[in-house]
């Protein structure tokens, strides 16, 4: 992934002022909306000034193009996106700290759907744009994941599983809620989902955690 400009600068490197850097902040939001939607092929310049309420060349003021704002927010994401992995304790109650990763990543479904859907959109593409952050972020810290679950199922703390498909499930289950968000209402007909999903989560992984 090619660097992005530095958060405090335009695309030409000059120091931003405060309205310049409040107008960065709405044409990133702009564009999160549009990418979360359309995907970073269906997204055009044009629908981000216009989501932003900028011009086509003030959004070129301060980024070089569509890939440029689409670097930045991915940067941006990666370092939210691993966080809760990373708080995953060592020295705390195997089980209860692995829950607290899926409470927290459910959360973040419901918090960041649309950074959610911005990722799942990339990855849907081959990850041309974030694959050096999987490579040099991720890797590393899903191996440094498995080794410490495998130790806990080693110390009979956890019933045997695959540590990494663990991940992978609690992955694909929590982030369900927020990248098909539009056919989890339509099913839930109006009900409300975050405490249930959490309660299902909870019996679901519990089961199949506890030695």
Known sequence: MRQAPNDATPADGATMSR????????????ALEVFSKYGFRGATLDQIADEAGLSKPNILYYFDGKEDIHVTLLNQLMDRWLAPLREVDPKGDPLEELMRYVYRKLEMSQEFPRESRLFANEILQGAPRIGPHLERDLQPLVDRSVALIQRWIDA??????DPRHLIFSIWATTQHYADFE????????????????RAHLDALFRRLLTP
């Open 156 to 161: 009979g703390a956890l019933a045997r599983v």
């Open 182 to 197: 539009a056919q989890v209402g339509v099913l839930m007909e109006g009900k409300e989902v975050q405490s249930g999903a």
């Open 19 to 30: 309205i310049q850097l409040r107008n960065r902040g709405r044409i990133l939001d702009a």
